[in-house]
T-cell receptor, first 113, second 115 residues
């Protein structure tokens, strides 16, 4: 079945550092790929998504590119802020997202001033 | 627009007791999902509804779990009897293709502790 492998955490960075959180997947066909974020005390929120190969999703300074050749969807941000501290989940879904989300285990990110 | 509403937010019960969780999706969203999130893990689907129909319940432990969505709007997830291993956060999500995207919107979850 489909699966997502996500960079182990936790990750601690200083403010303004460059962030990469690795995500690779195994799936049949052409799934849609997502990054969800869970801020402390809040529910899961969609951060960005990509629905086909070479698409780049972006939001709030975060970016991820759908790489079918390496089955990857790594999350990047050029300069992190304390407010980016959260748990980040990589996920995939078949049928353009109209089916269940298969999540990775999550990466806890802490940004220190 | 109101988001996905879940209640209760927290529940502590003793093992072998029953428990129920309630979810009200975003208005007009015909697809509703229940996920379970164990500590330190990503959510895993328990059941997916299209309107009143359960279209994917392959991961629902049917010996003790049941769910319903009688009028295609709100939904209830029940566990009877609860076991220690059921301690987790139970998440409800909804989506609608009519919104132009299949984005799933999540509720805040119900944190269940079984003692």
């Amino acid at each position: 079945g489909d699966s997502v492998t996500q960079m182990e955490g936790p990750v601690t960075l200083s403010e303004e550092a460059f962030l990469t959180i690795n995500c690779t997947y195994t799936a049949t066909g052409y799934p849609s790929l997502f990054w969800y974020v869970q801020y402390p005390g809040e529910g899961l929120q969609l951060l960005l998504k990509a629905t086909k190969a070479d698409d780049k999703g972006s939001n709030k300074g975060f970016e991820a590119t759908y790489r079918k050749e390496t089955t990857s969807f790594h999350l990047e941000k050029g300069s992190v802020q304390v407010s980016d501290s959260a748990v980040y989940f990589c996920a995939l879904s078949q049928n353009f997202g109209n089916e269940k989300l298969t999540f990775g285990t999550g990466t806890r990110l802490t940004i220190i001033p | 627009e109101a988001g996905v509403v879940q209640s209760p937010r927290y529940k502590i019960i003793e093992k072998k007791q029953p428990v129920a969780f309630w979810c009200n999706p975003i208005s007009g969203h015909n697809t509703l999902y229940w996920y379970r999130q164990n500590l330190g893990q990503g959510p895993e689907l328990l059941i997916r509804y299209e309107n009143e129909e359960a279209v994917d319940d392959s991961q629902l432990p049917k010996d003790r779990f049941s769910a319903e969505r009688l009028k295609g709007v709100d939904s209830t997830l029940k566990i009877q009897p609860a076991e220690l291993g059921d301690s987790a956060v139970y998440l409800c999500a909804s989506s609608s293709p009519a919104s132009g995207t299949y984005e799933q919107y999540f509720g805040p979850g119900t944190r269940l502790t079984v003692t």
